[in-house]
């Protein structure tokens, strides 16, 4: 068994390497995809389109040149990680994961228990909900169990 | 034409109050629907099914019986408008807003301009982005324009 | 707001009085949808349309007529309850239950704390597990709170 | 022709591997997937996010989090055999049938003659019922035939 | 309970009078459809865009514009049934069928022993087989139970 | 029978009129929904959300703030009629044609004999092409005969 | 560009042979598919589930064995080809062209002149109709072109 | 990440190969498709299946013959990328455009500022307007970064 997987949410710390290095460790057979984590570069998406004077424009045409990416990821990711760090507002992870839900893609949550209230919503329509990247990947092992 | 809008997001200011009364000052033939917005009461949603003496289990219960409700609005909304505040994390906001745009169900996002860029993923997937509830009404006015 | 409930599973207690009961003691704005609940009947449902010698073939034109019914009333439902009792093998509950989940179509369980660990399945993808008619009244009121 | 077939249901008997025996014996080419059979890893499945000292929640999540697996398993399965056994409730086997109906899946059952009655709604929508294990080869040959 | 109930097939006996004749014998909730029954007019259906002097196209313009009707008529129906009669080729009546198929929509087949055999993969996807009216009279009685 | 028409398609005649006129005379149980068919009101759908220096900017939220009624109209169809005039590009008219075809909805073509060529795409998956509003109305009265 | 073509349809002329040796000997890069086209096996593709003295449930069981195959490859393919003959009923054929209908999948009708009439519902469908079967073969080589 | 980008739209400049030359040139791993670019044997797609005296129905023919080719790559794609140019109605174009939009699959338009207004619906829905194939280089790159 095989899986695809899509890593959203925080891009400032390096949860995803560590995931993909346990998934490595034990030889999953997994294919991980992600937005561009590039924080500058991703605000910079729309850019190649033209200069915009107004700030809502810019991120405007950004945002929609990112999601061409994410979206496509994650339709056609088997499973979605979504990770709500302690910074910013995150809300294209919280959206991200009610995009999973509405179309009935398995997803977990990977955040830490300062967030279990504000983000009940979220974890409500999840598999699962993780505190470490540890716990994901001993997920991810036992759902590829030979 | 008549229209069910169904409006997610906030509950501690009375946006929705504003916009139904300007709706109703003019004429127009709406459905408001929404999410249970007593605070108190959304959060023990779920607490008759039995007390919890853990906080995550206590705030899934509640979270899930709250989306029997919210994903039946929500299916049967022709528009929805996702308010965002000035407060709290919002992500059932963002999650609402998410799910839209999987089902392909047109939203409207109501915000401060403090919040655009935070906000462009789910911003760049509405119809409309409105600062005021007046806005709101304006484009509830032209949209059902006889 | 009004609801379609659809009473799912055993047919040999008056759960279903109990409910229809409780949610008109409170007024609430429901309608009540089932399948067939006289046992015989059910069992002879095919019968009209010529003997088998055959109990498999008797019994697969029945379970064919009743599901005229019961799919069309499952998929125009807003909810459904699905009650587990403590006789018979009750698999056209689960039946049901997982023709709701591959819809997306909310369903909530209602059985003894006994079940648990055979219906864990089953209640993962419940919106709510209760274990009294009273409870299952107790969330409708909530979920079409005015 | 190829297929991928998932084999739903009862894992105390080594029904599973008599199929593929049998569909290797006849060089048939097919993917065999299942759930994680063992019975108390299948249990444990959530036990990595964190002990449970409720039984309830304790299976709930090691229900969702094979739930990750067995429904993303149905999905690219082109056919689904359901197995019941003798023993248990077996509601997560039925449940996996009415889940295959809703998405009009192909899926033949696996069951002895004694449990025709109970099992009489799985089996009218299913598209073909056999007792033995030579039967479902059987049926892969003709459906595989060059 | 109510139902829509579409009566697809023969135009040439009077088998839809004595369906709807039965159902309201009983009081039953039914709204019939069908097609245009009127044969001369049905395959005139496009004259009115035009003349044609190849008969293909003339036949093609009437059949686009019935399945206006009939496709709308079909998707809003909750039952359909399929009437073979013994004349003619009656492709458009398995058509019919297929269409249902694969929309998930239930239907009931009528028609006699002697085409058992030429129907057997129309029969095998509906929900019930009935050689008389009278049997279909009886299936919407217990459909509709109350 | 009862149905709901869609009007899409040129602004500037009053076809839609005539066809309103048309039924009306024929007392055909229709429910005729449309864009707003005022030009400047439509060219400033999005004026009340702020201005726009930039023209590409102000067309952009026009046409969104019309995408939510055009697009919940077209959905809630029994029928969309697409004319195409002989005056300007008339994209949102192919567009509108693309997205029914796309859904499944049927839609019918109105436009003159000059405009076969360019519109073949178009006219290639309607339900029929007429050059006239009394050929629509012959339509619309055929496909409501009783 | 590749390409899969279920071939459906009349089983006794060797219509499946001639486009397949067309589409080699221009090397299309085509995957053709077909059902069991041995009339005696495929009427005997449900014998090895048991016997049966009803002629009815023998025709049921296998038919819907067949099914399996049928269904699943037609929703595996691009294209399907319907060939009408001029021999038997061919229900099956209409069928499987209905049911490509309501999927949205293009199909073509190979069938002689004297079936216009009949199949008219079914040439409407269809993205085109042919006579021949290097007409089928010149229409795979113009969509295959490079 | 790879990509499978469809090049629908203007048949008579090499846009075309100046998006497929800006991809390699930066080793994208994207798969481009495109309609039959040849004007003519487009015009003639139908004509092998007999000819017609009059214009519509060879027109008729072809388009349909065509649309075999199209709706199958725009299904396949992730990406679609539709251009106007300056010259003919190009209501093809945008017809795709709106099939594009009614499945949500992501389109990016590539056409002049002069087109700004006219095209505003089709704008509208898309994911960015580019006026350079230079631009779409530079967003498939984004897309598709590693």
Chains 1, 2, 3, 4, 5, 6, 7, 8 share one sequence.
Not at 26 to 32: E, P, R, Y
Not at 125 to 130: E, L, S, V, Y
Request: charge should be negative; hydrophobic fraction near 40%.
């Amino acid at each position: 068994m095989s899986l695809i997987v899509y890593l959203s949410g925080e891009i400032h710390t390096d949860w995803r390497d560590e995931i993909e290095r346990g998934a490595k460790a034990h030889n999953l057979d997994i294919l991980f995809t992600a937005p561009v984590t590039d924080h500058d570069a991703s605000d910079a998406a729309g850019d190649c389109l033209g200069e915009e004077s107004n700030s809502f424009w810019r991120d405007h045409k950004s945002a929609k040149v990112n999601a061409i990416r994410t979206r496509t990821l994650i339709e056609q990711a088997d499973l979605v990680v979504v990770r709500f760090g302690d910074k910013y507002k995150q809300w294209n992870a919280a959206f991200d994961a009610g995009y999973c839900a509405a179309l009935d893609k398995p997803y977990i949550t990977l955040h830490d228990e300062a967030l279990i209230h504000p983000l009940k919503e979220v974890d409500a329509a999840a598999q699962a909900w993780a505190t470490t990247t540890e716990q994901v990947v001993e997920i991810l092992r036992y759902v590829l169990k030979p």
